[in-house]
């Protein structure tokens, strides 16, 4: 079972902890984290999400995400996250946190999820098939460039997990760091 902290419209802690089923039903505003994987071509881990999923289920999104658990801070669920789904340590503390975005979404009826999201990017060289995939979460992952990345959000690709404040702030950050041209 999983608890969250429960929190306010402006993100802080309200000092309820609840069950994950109850704060996504009644629609609490709680705190989950997203990883990009980046390697120094430019190109983002995407995952695909597994078919048993309750919310979003075989969309493509982002490397890694998920919810903090109750006490936990960001970059403590970032790491387990990472680690959980594709099998990544991040043992030198290279993830970078970037933003946080407030986001709220209904991926289905009876399911309300009102989000605070840190995001984070850890910049690693890494072959894919060395990603060891949690199969209850994660059913398949691959490479693509940020600029296709692009391409699928601007042409709102139906198979991808829409996060639009997210890729609106982070598009420009990888624009800055890979655009070699």
Do not use: C
Not at 96 to 104: A, I, M, N
Not at 133 to 139: G, L, R
Not at 150 to 163: F, R
């Amino acid at each position: 079972m999983e608890y969250f902290d429960v929190l306010d419209e402006n993100g802080n802690k309200k000092g309820e902890i609840k069950l994950r089923e109850k704060v996504h039903s009644d629609g609490d505003w709680h705190r989950g984290t997203i990883i990009f994987v980046v390697n120094s071509r430019g190109e983002i881990i995407l995952q695909k999400r597994s078919a048993n999923k309750d919310s979003n289920p075989n969309m493509w999104t982002v490397s890694a995400s998920g919810h903090l658990s109750a006490g936990d801070n960001s970059y403590q669920a970032a790491k387990r996250e990472l680690e959980e789904e594709l099998g990544i340590k991040d043992n030198n503390k290279q993830l970078e946190y970037l933003f946080t975005v407030k986001e709220q979404q209904r991926p289905k009826k009876g399911f309300i999820d009102n989000e605070f999201l840190d995001v984070y990017l850890l910049n690693i060289d890494i072959d894919i098939k060395n990603v060891t995939i949690q199969k209850e979460e994660v059913s398949e992952v691959k490479f693509v460039s940020y600029k296709e990345l692009q391409k699928m959000v601007k042409n709102q690709d139906k198979t991808l997990v829409e996060h639009d404040e997210i890729h609106d702030k982070l598009f420009p950050i990888l624009e800055e760091r890979f655009n070699k041209e």
